[in-house]
């Protein structure tokens, strides 16, 4: 039978069984009972209430007081340690950085600071010094000057005297931490670059065309280089490289999960993240928005469409999934704990031995709650573990503070202009880009 005539009988089928549903008089026939919606926001398949209480004992390592943050999720493996920082905070100062956030660009980079200096990069590639107090000690752009700037991206890495700085227009750039001034620049040729993870020498970078690089940390050769699946589905900035002991473990657009060992680049394993949650995900995008967290021989890793798992990092065997999405960083607390904010703007505890769910709190999720009105939707950068409590900064101009035990509130600060980046916390203060292209500190 042709594929026209299996249409055809497939219609005449549909058309008969409707005509059967009907009664006589030409009116439906009402069936007795409640009408329930089809589908609600709460009854699908893997989507957690935005509430769940639920409280459990915790081991949170004490608190140290911290000079350096290097990179994205302040060091190498991407595991924040608890941060030392007072109780009761209050804006200390705003400093101009240069461009904030558009309808066409976003601040992507989370600031890094070392040596008694912070270190920024806004939505137009100029990338900023300054001092403890907000003063600019020097300003440098990273931004081609022959093409118009028509492209967000990028992040910031620091090792020693150098800072390198991965940029949205496919370069890596590496400058002299005392005076801005470029040691050297690598054209990667690719879109989205990443921010970068220096470690032994060797600065790791991966691009938003599913291309990785290990580049010589001190003349900006590139060692090494292989190519993943591509994807024609990526967020800005992407999600940065972890390196661990022996191996690097590099994201992909695509959902995949590539771990290298660090000097040859040759292959471990390679893992997926793909796939939905059932029922309902804020997107199908399955880029890895999440960077890898490598932490008690465990690598984790999430998308933005309804996964986080919980990999071997030895082998890449999948220990878990959780039917979670996630829009930010993985954040583990002692042996037992996870933090992170899901894809519907939830701030979740899990379970570090199954991935379970221990507690969850909806965050602001739109910027106006009217359901008619609903569109922009509120970002919520985080979580850190600072002071005893986790902290979100969030793009509605409040930094709201949380109990590690079971979620509750332990008070909010405003933020003026709202967040654009994840906060850090450096010598008991915390710092955060906001949307309007500032650096704000917090004691």
Known sequence: ???????????????????????GSGQDEVLPGDREPIRSDEGFAGVIPSEVIGSAAISIPRARAFSNWTHRGSDIDHVQDHAALAGELSLAWTSEIGSGNDRRHRVTAEPVASRGQIYTLDSAGLVSALTPDGAIVWQASVAPSFEPFDASGGGLAIDGETLYVSSAFGTLHALETETGGQRWKQTLDAS?????????????VGGG???AWAINASTGRINWTFAGVPSDQSFAGGASPAIGRSLAI???ANGDVQAVFRRGGFG??????SGTREGFAVTRISDIVADPVIDNGRVYVGNFSGRITALNGTTGTRIWTAQQGTNASILPVGRNDLFTITDQNQLIRLSAKDGSTIWSLQLPHYVDEAEKR??????????VLAGGRLIVASSDGVLRQFSATDGSNLGNVDLPAGAASSPIVVDEVL????????????R
Request: aromatic residues 10%.
């Open 1 to 23: 039978m042709t594929n026209h005539l299996i249409k055809t009988a497939t219609a005449l089928v549909l058309g008969l069984s409707l005509a059967a549903c009907s009664s």
């Open 192 to 204: 989205g670059v990443a921010a970068p993870t220096v470690a032994g020498g060797i600065v790791y």
């Open 209 to 211: 065309d599913s291309r």
């Open 250 to 252: 590099f994201p992909f």
């Open 268 to 273: 471990r394993w390679n893992a997926s993240v």
């Open 374 to 383: 609903r569109g922009e939707v509120v970002v919520n950068y985080g979580p």
């Open 431 to 442: 710092y955060v880009v906001t949307a309007k292209g500032q650096l704000a500190a917090f």
